[in-house]
């Protein structure tokens, strides 16, 4: 089961790169329950219209790894955390680059495995800037 | 399952209200990865004198609610995430109150459920000002 979970985060993370949006989509249950890097806090349902528009801010392909993936699962649940490095150039040429953390819950549904909750995020410094900490390394 | 973590978590976040150092640490797998609010990206091993030394900088007990909360459980994993309020009063006197997701993965360990991985996280605004987002509401 641990491979086929890899092998699907594998696969996601492709289609991420490519900023394939069918491919990207298809990855999510439909109900998924989505903690974003950006607000809102929640949300349910894979939101399509608004991975495209992210997609968009971005000039080519991005790179994405994934990194300290560690995987527990059974026949049909399972979960992953790993930390990931996210980057490339947006279309004003800026070049952004970020580290962050990555959980994933997933269920096999018809005989594929969906991710059903994502919890991305990076920490923040508690010295009253309340700023988040987008400069930190594993 | 379900309800068996369900009281699992009523438990902690009582421990939690209670800055009950024993049952707090309690809750934790030996070797839980920690994805937490402050820095660092990751830790490994359930941090005793850091959580003794969190929750020495509030005054009272804390105010901590959760909402939300959705389970997925096997005979012996699971997973749950939920929108808490975490508040209170710190030593010098001022009033906090944040609104974070919370991820908690688990392992059913010689009979006893024990968290063996934990994400929370606030997001942040994209807006330039890479400012947490400390003041969200479900």
Known sequence: MTDEIRRTIAQWADALRAKDIDATMAAYAPGVVTFSLAPPLAQRGADRAGMQEWF???????????????????????????????AGTKTDGQRNGLWFRATLCLRKINGSWKIVHEHTSVPFYMDGSVRAAVDLKP
């Open 56 to 86: 968009d801010t971005w000039a080519k392909g991005l790179q994405y790894d994934v990194s300290e993936l560690e995987i527990t699962a059974t026949e049909d649940v399972a979960y992953a955390h790993s930390l990931n490095y996210l």
